[in-house]
């Protein structure tokens, strides 16, 4: 069963406080060792920040390794531990680290008007072929996720109540439910999210993947949590567009 962010939350409470004393002994071997425990989770968002450039064709496969960005976190979260107060703030700053370590390596990504401006014009074939080119990519030459061997890296963990919030929105959700399941409704999430701006994506990301709140979302990417809540509204509402506009749901 995968981790739940309760589960993830409390594994970073254990962690934190273990990483305090191995580092008030200078115990380095039993501080890595600990921080690995919580190095899957970050590995797995790398991961899909990697493969959605590589989708967009921003990065070449085989540029660069998850594990070229979570290594440098040994170094980071051992160099500041004094300074991180408490397993909120640990939780926070392993993204944060990350986060600029990426933006270093990879090309911005320009928004896909092209796209989102002709979504209600796409057939079910050019939906399909979309979403077959799409796994045929993710099942072969990109950075897989099962590289690490962990079930907390299940990549089924996008649900329709991620982007159906009201109740009105949640009578469309339990249409979808009868006819999708987990696995098309992770292709046509990660399919649209691909499409997306990084900021965008990558707070939706946060948010729903990671358990983070906005204001922690908000430290994360040095902005503010107002813009958050924007990027994760209208990240939100393109989901929503595509999934009434492929599966034909009525939304009256």
Known sequence: MQATMNDIRIIMKETYSKLVSYKRKENRESFNTELLKVLPQ???????????AIANGKLNKGMFNPSDFTDQLFIEVYDNIDDIKSENELHVFLFKKVDELLEDSLVEEEFDHVFFDNIDTYSKPEWDAMEENYTQDADGDFLLLDEMDDKSLDKSNYSLNHVFITEEE??????????????????????????????????????????????????????????????????????KN???????IDSN
Request: charged share 35%; net charge positive.
């Open 42 to 52: 970050i590995y797995r968002y790398v991961s899909k920040r990697l493969n959605s």
């Open 170 to 239: 949640k009578k469309l959700a339990d249409k979808l439910d009868a006819t999708l399941d987990k696995e098309r409704i992770y292709n046509h999430v990660q399919l649209i999210l691909d499409k997306m701006n990084p900021p965008m994506r990558t707070v939706f990301e946060l948010f729903t993947n990671e358990g983070l709140t906005t204001e922690e979302i908000a430290d994360i990417r040095k902005t503010t949590q107002e813009q958050v809540e924007e990027l994760l509204a209208s990240a939100r509402q393109l989901l």
């Open 242 to 248: 595509s999934f009434e506009k492929r599966f034909l």
